[in-house]
C-alpha cells in the first residue's frame, strides 16, 4: 500500500460512537426495589450525561442510602418543594443544592410517595474527562469527581435535571457496561449529623476514586 493511501486513524467522534454501544441503558426492572439494595446494585454501574458538547460519563464507586425513618433522609419531614422529586418512583434524578453551592446527584429508590433515595457520591471518569477538566477548572482525574459536589459539577448536572426518569430515554441516565464486580464495603456515611450510625455508605474497595477518610475504608466491610 503506498503511504500516502493509508487509511486516517479513527477519529475521537468515531471512538465515542464505539464506546456508546457498550453502555446499556438500564430500566426500571434492573433496579432493586430495596433502597439500601439499591445503593448496592449501583455501585460499578454507569451514570451517562449526553450534552450537546459531548458525552460525559462516570463508573459509579461510591453511594449512600436514605431510608424512611432515616433523621438524616430529606423526607423525614415530609414532602417539601425542594423535595418532591424524592418522592418519584425508583430511579429517577433527585437534585438539590447542599451549602448553597453544591449540587448533589441522587436515584430515588422506592414506590411513589415513600422519599427514599440513593445518593452517588463519586464516579471513576470514564468519557468525556475534558469536558470535566474544564468545568472542574482541574487536571488531575481523581480531583474531578471524588465527592458529590464535584461530580455533579464535572459533570454538568443541575437543577433542571431534578425529576429526570434516570430510566428513560433523556440526556442523563443510568446504565451498565459489564466487567467485573466490584468488591463492595460498606461503613457508616459522611457528612452528616443525624443518624450517623447506620451501616449505609457502599463503595468499591481499593478504588482510588472513592471519598471520605482513610479510616472509613478501613472500617469497612464486604458486602460482595
Not at 58 to 77: N, Q, S, W
Not at 125 to 150: C, N, W
Not at 155 to 166: F, H, P, S, T, V
Not at 185 to 203: A, E, Q
Request: aromatic share 6%.
Amino acid at each position: 500500500m503506498n503511504p500516502k493511501q493509508r487509511p486516517a486513524p479513527k477519529s475521537p467522534v468515531q471512538k465515542s460512537q464505539v464506546e456508546r454501544i457498550t453502555i446499556r441503558r438500564l430500566t426500571r426492572a434492573d433496579l432493586p426495589a430495596d433502597t439500601a439494595a439499591l445503593a448496592q446494585y449501583l455501585i460499578g454501574k454507569i451514570v451517562v450525561h449526553d450534552l450537546p458538547e459531548g458525552r460525559v460519563s462516570g463508573r459509579i464507586v461510591e453511594t449512600e442510602a436514605y431510608l424512611t425513618g432515616d433523621a438524616a433522609c430529606h423526607a423525614f419531614r415530609g414532602q417539601t418543594p425542594r423535595n418532591r422529586s424524592l418522592f418519584l418512583g425508583r430511579g429517577h434524578a433527585y437534585v438539590y443544592i447542599s451549602y448553597g453551592m453544591h449540587r448533589m446527584l441522587n436515584v430515588t429508590g422506592a414506590e411513589a410517595g415513600m422519599g427514599e433515595g440513593v445518593l452517588i457520591r463519586a464516579i471513576e471518569p470514564r468519557d468525556g474527562l475534558f469536558h470535566m477538566q474544564a468545568r472542574r477548572g482541574l487536571s488531575r482525574p481523581t480531583d474531578l469527581t471524588k465527592g458529590p459536589g464535584r461530580l455533579a459539577q464535572a459533570m454538568g448536572i443541575d437543577l433542571n435535571l431534578d425529576g429526570i426518569d434516570l430510566c428513560g430515554d433523556g440526556a442523563l441516565w443510568l446504565g451498565e457496561a459489564g466487567g467485573d464486580t466490584p468488591e463492595i464495603g460498606v461503613s457508616v456515611r459522611i457528612g452528616i449529623s443525624k443518624d450517623t450510625d447506620r451501616l449505609l455508605r457502599f463503595y468499591e474497595k481499593g478504588n482510588r476514586f472513592v471519598s471520605g477518610p482513610r479510616k472509613l475504608l478501613d472500617m469497612g466491610q464486604k458486602t460482595t
